[in-house]
């Protein structure tokens, strides 16, 4: 199988290879367009703020790229956050994957959210043998709003949507490669989708 980490400098990169090596693949960390559209799976992660990383997208060209993806495509945190149509963080346009807009939480609550919390409302094979209320580990200081792509939700300060899917895209609020067995078992469930 031949997965792509997509590379366009603002990425827990490092992190995400060692997750997929625990389970015997090697990904491959490329912003070359030929080899991702030749790969089988595609990882989007993202580390960092939105505008500069959509900026670095624009650059690059991905940012028309990865809408046009057949291939089943798993957006990480901010990864996944750029997938939707607009973020407040820096007022930026995403790529309007997912039919939802991404709000700061309010000062209200400790922002960033850090720290481990529970998912519910799993609806998709992303989440095969894994359990309502089990924990994924979060950093974010902005979240996806709970919308008609939800496919699990979370609760901080208001039920938001801490995983979306639209056809063959996923996102994750979540960092699976830093969420122990349970985080390991999204990421075979996304290899054998």
């Not at 559209?37 to 624009?58: D, I, Y």
């Not at 580990?137 to 979306?164: G, K, P, R």
Request: hydrophobic residues 40%.
């Amino acid at each position: 199988m031949k997965l792509s980490i997509i590379d366009y400098g603002a990425g827990n990169i490092k992190s995400i290879q060692f997750a997929f090596k625990r389970l015997g693949y090697d990904a491959v960390l490329t912003d070359n367009p030929d080899e991702i559209l030749a790969s089988n799976k595609v990882v989007f992660p993202g580390v960092g703020e939105a505008s500069s990383a959509m900026r670095m997208l624009k650059e690059s060209g991905l940012n028309k790229l990865l809408p046009q993806l057949n291939q089943p495509v798993l957006g990480i945190c901010l990864g996944m956050q750029l997938m939707c149509n607009h973020t407040e963080e820096g007022s930026t346009k995403g790529l309007g994957i997912f039919d939802v807009n991404v709000k700061r939480f309010s000062n209200a609550v400790k922002v960033p959210q850090m720290g481990w919390n529970t998912i519910n409302n799993l609806k998709s094979d992303l989440f095969k043998g894994i359990n309502e209320n089990d924990y994924m580990y979060l950093v974010h200081s902005y979240y996806a709003e709970n919308c008609n792509e939800a496919i699990a939700t979370t609760d901080y300060e208001l039920e938001y949507a801490s995983a979306l899917e639209n056809d063959n895209f996923f996102g994750v609020q979540f960092h699976p490669e830093k969420s122990g067995k349970v985080g390991e078992l999204l990421l075979q469930n996304f290899l054998e989708l």
